[in-house]
């Protein structure tokens, strides 16, 4: 896997915040089909970076490379197109449609679609195509029987699950997950979990994780890298990570490295 | 020097007033989140109350202050803080500006209705030691009189007041405090709603005590001069960020000093004199808009606790049973076929004019549909694109003969590109300062292009020919060839809406008022979805815009003036901003309460009391931000459908149904 062309590279990626320095120097690689956590304790700059690969903040520093290509001066969209999904930490719904509808926006969204001569011939009705797609994914993150329900109606857990089979319709290649289980009782984090695992199995998706609930990571991640205040403490796979006294000073100070 | 001084001492008066209303602004801006466009409004009310007093009933300035400025603007401050924003949610910034708007609107209109037409001139001072007509001493050419004097005094000791007010006191502390959230300081045990209250009395005693002050130096005044005053006040505000009261009193300031210095360097014959000086709020206002980085997340809600908000409740077509909705279908073909027929065959001439009157207006509220209630952008500037059709097309009427609807298609094309600018200049901007980007660009044409006489053919108008048509046919007295080409046209236009509406553009365009954020994360390019509503919505008011000129065999600047485009906001959200439906009933029900009105005596009569209905009614949107027909029509189409289907199938529902809150589960309300 190591040896492998990178999917998402980051060089030395910095951000500030006026004086506050919340990323600084952080370097890592994800792979094709690998499944990464990015843990550490909040104000670390986790949200930050996600927010730097997608295009929403641009960072100072360093760079940041997709399938080789930099990413420096692509807005939001065309990064998302060029297969860079993502869910919110804050959940970040479409308030008026149902979840299916949710689904066919981010299907067509990576395609460019949206031309207004089309739908002025109403030639924009969905597709047979689109909507099998829609149904696979719906099942597939285990909320098909919501397909025609409002967003509205749903509680945060679907709202979680309508995110990600969004995120997913736009068949990214690497998902950043924004802290998917902030808000779920201990099944629906389970249950997540399991999807997020079928996610990279089945679909061979790259999965960039950011999650305090560490039992979860576990489960669902091949390795991760640990932030502290902006900067990056360690790499290795999760266990490896969890027994080192950095990352323990880092979530539980002075008690937790002793 | 002296000569400079000279141009320059006589703007202070007016920059001083335009700094207690800046001032005011960013008061309440501060202690409340809401960006109050009825000050101007506030500021006229007691400036006519004031001058009635002192003019009709010859009180003597200082009560008249007393009553107009100290007693009757905190209570209107009140009111409104108690009876409308205190139930506007923190994270509802549509709702703020939209409830300002209709009280903008509003309260001159009202104030017609109390006090009936008056022909205004303020001349008393408030002040009893100042005398109006006396002239103290001369600085550099310039007399300084009582006016002046008082207008200075009483603006330096209100402006080092209110900061020590807000800088020095715990008052002034919990005000700030209020301001990020009125539930999260009551857990404080602050008593926030008494803090918002005292906030909104004083900065609602600013706003008539500017009026006031203003009205002294304008001397005759009416409505319309008030909206230099806001314009100036919101560019001041603007450039303090809504935060600074010294940033906000020095712009204001400079903004009367260069005015009136530009005044006189300026040849009066050039056009910068005609054209650019009367625009100069404006540009200081777009700059601010463009250059300021903090004026783009303005209205971000910094509440922690707006979560705990509702959404907002469904339409009654989304909420109600499939037999409801397929009865009301069927409904809604039957009534339109009988309209048609009775348009045209029995129904009096009178009521046919009014009605082709609201056909024609709904093709203009219809853009706003497009653009507020489908794309989530407040534009206030839609009445002003109407006008931009409505001229052109008869202005190459005038000058190539060209048809004026062939030229409405030109005049359309046009608006839209005008739009496509707007949108363009304001691609960062979202929610309040959008509004004030739209709202500047509609007070520029009024000033600019719409106040040229080659182009509107000034106060007169331009009167239409029956040739400029190509027949006589739609300016015939029993107006049923009119009728049918408005009812093609927004035909057409609902067609192109609902097509709109649920392709792909329709699509994205709800997934960017939903939130920018995931949809631009899923890959949709919100620089083009807005330069396309913007345009389409353009497109679609300067067509409307030529149906109403042709409708009303006049283009007139007064038709089109930025009041207008306020109005439009006003009359959808009363009845729906999110349906077609809502602009249809928007449109024709103005034409049609304006016509029943005419039937009471006096100053009833007029368009003012419409006004007055409309904008107290959208007030509603406070409470019910579907609008309040809308809300009517969902309750009462769900207790017909406990009538007619008795309970069964999907019908047996809460009668007000909003969905569980999305918000209370951690989305972005």
């Not at chain 2, 703007?11 to 309440?28: D, N, Q, R």
């Not at chain 2, 603007?73 to 924003?85: E, N």
Request: with cysteine; aromatic share 8%.
């Amino acid at each position: 896997m190591a040896d492998a062309p990178a999917l998402l590279s980051l060089r030395h990626v910095a951000k500030s915040f006026g004086g506050v320095r919340a990323v600084h120097d952080v370097s890592f690689d994800v792979h094709d089909g690998e499944s990464v956590g990015l843990v550490g304790p909040n104000g670390a700059g986790k949200t930050t970076l996600f927010n730097c690969v997608c295009g929403q903040l641009r960072n100072e520093e360093g760079e940041i490379l997709f399938e080789g290509r930099s990413l420096d001066g692509l807005p939001t969209f065309k990064r998302a197109r060029l297969g860079i999904g993502r869910t919110y930490q804050k959940v970040e719904i479409f308030t008026d449609m149902t979840v299916s509808e949710h689904l066919l926006v981010a299907e067509r969204a990576r395609r460019g679609e949206g031309r207004l001569w089309k739908d002025l011939l109403n030639m924009s009705a969905p597709l047979r195509v689109e909507l099998d797609n829609i149904e696979a994914i719906l099942d597939l993150v285990g909320i098909g029987a919501l397909a025609d329900t409002s967003v509205n109606a749903l509680g945060l857990g679907h709202c979680r699950l309508v995110e990600l089979a969004r995120a997913l319709a736009g068949q990214p290649k690497i998902l950043l997950a924004d802290e998917p289980s902030s808000g779920l009782d201990i099944h629906e984090t389970a249950e997540l979990a399991k999807v997020l695992r079928t996610v990279q199995r089945e679909r061979g998706t790259a999965i960039l994780l950011v999650e305090h609930d560490l039992a979860m990571v576990g489960e669902v991640v091949d390795r991760a890298v640990v932030m502290d205040l902006g900067s990056l403490l360690t790499t290795g796979t999760f266990d490896e990570v969890m027994a080192n006294p950095e990352v323990r000073h880092a979530y539980l100070g002075q008690m937790g490295a002793a | 020097m002296e000569h400079f001084l000279g141009f320059a001492l006589p703007g202070i008066p007016y920059g001083c007033t335009y700094a207690i209303i800046a001032v005011g602004l960013v008061l309440t801006y501060q202690a409340t989140g809401v960006f109050n466009f009825a000050f101007g409004s506030q500021a006229f009310a007691a400036a006519f109350v004031f001058t009635v007093l002192t003019q009709n009933e010859h009180w003597s300035g200082f009560p008249a202050f007393v009553i107009s400025v100290v007693v009757m603007s905190p209570l209107v401050g009140l009111a409104f803080d108690h009876f409308l924003f205190r139930h506007i949610p923190n994270s509802n910034s549509m709702a703020k500006v939209v409830c300002g708007l209709c009280l903008f609107v509003g309260i001159p209109s009202l104030m017609t209705v109390i006090f009936g037409a008056q022909n205004l001139d303020a001349t008393a001072t408030i002040l009893p030691f100042f005398n109006p007509n006396v002239v103290y001493f001369t600085l550099f050419e310039t007399p300084i009189n009582g006016i002046y004097l008082s207008t200075i005094t009483v603006t330096v000791v209100v402006l080092v007041a209110l900061t020590a007010l807000l800088r020095y006191t715990s008052l002034g502390l919990q005000m700030r405090g209020a301001v990020e959230s009125r539930r999260l300081v009551q857990l404080d045990g602050v008593n926030s709603r008494g803090v918002v209250a005292i906030a909104w009395a004083t900065s609602s005693f600013m706003a008539g005590l500017a009026g006031v002050l203003l009205a002294s130096n304008y001397g005759p005044f009416q409505s319309n001069d008030f909206s230099t005053l806001m314009v100036a006040a919101i560019a001041a505000a603007a450039w303090g960020l809504l935060r600074s009261v010294p940033i906000a009193t020095g712009v204001a300031v400079l903004i009367g000093v260069v005015s009136t210095t530009l005044q006189g360097y300026l040849p009066t014959s050039s056009i910068f004199f005609s054209a650019v000086l009367p625009g100069l709020p404006f540009f200081v206002l777009v700059a601010a808009l463009l250059i300021l980085p903090g004026m783009r997340s303005l209205d971000l809600s910094r509440d922690p606790l707006s979560t705990i908000d509702p959404p907002p409740p469904p339409t009654a077509a989304a909420s109600r049973a499939p037999q409801m909705d397929r009865l009301i279908r069927r409904a809604w073909w039957v009534v339109l076929a009988l309209f048609c027929v009775s348009m045209l065959t029995w129904i009096p001439t009178t009521w046919e004019v009014a009605f082709n009157g609201g056909l024609a207006l709904s093709t203009v509220l219809l853009s706003i549909t497009l653009i507020t209630g489908m794309a989530g952008q407040l534009s206030l500037c839609q009445g002003t694109l109407a006008g931009v059709g409505a001229f052109t097309s008869a202005q190459l009427a005038i000058h190539l003969g060209l048809n004026m609807l062939v030229g409405g298609i030109v005049g359309a094309a046009l608006a839209a590109a005008v739009a496509i600018v707007l949108a363009l200049l304001s691609l960062r901007l979202r929610g309040l300062g959008l509004a004030l980007m739209t709202l500047a660009a509609a007070l520029l044409f009024d000033n600019t292009f719409f106040n040229a006489v080659s182009i509107s053919g000034g106060t007169q108008g331009l009167n239409l020919k029956a040739s400029w048509l190509g027949t006589s046919a739609f300016f015939n007295f029993d107006g049923h060839a009119l009728f049918l080409l408005c009812m093609v046209a927004l035909s057409l236009a609902v067609a192109v809406v609902l097509l709109v509406r649920k392709g792909t553009v329709g699509r994205n365009l709800a997934a960017m008022r939903g939130s920018e954020t995931a949809a631009a994360g899923l890959g949709i390019n919100l620089t083009k979805q807005r330069v396309v509503v913007f345009a389409l919505a353009g497109a679609i008011a300067g067509f409307g815009g030529v149906l109403v000129t042709i409708q009303q065999q006049q283009a007139n600047a007064d038709a089109w003036n930025y009041n207008y485009s306020l109005i439009f906001i006003v009359l959808v959200v009363t009845t729906g901003v999110a349906t077609v439906e809502g602009a249809i009933q928007a449109g024709i029900g103005f034409y049609v309460v304006t016509q029943l009105l005419t039937y009471l005596p006096g100053r009833f009569g007029g368009s003012s009391l419409v006004i007055v209905l409309f904008a107290f009614g959208a007030l509603q949107f406070a409470r019910h931000p579907e609008g309040v027909l809308e809300f009517q029509k969902r309750r009462s189409t769900l207790a017909f459908e406990r009538l007619l289907f008795n309970g069964h199938g999907e019908s047996d529902r809460d009668p007000d149904p909003r969905p569980a809150p999305l918000s209370a589960w951690g989305a972005d309300g």
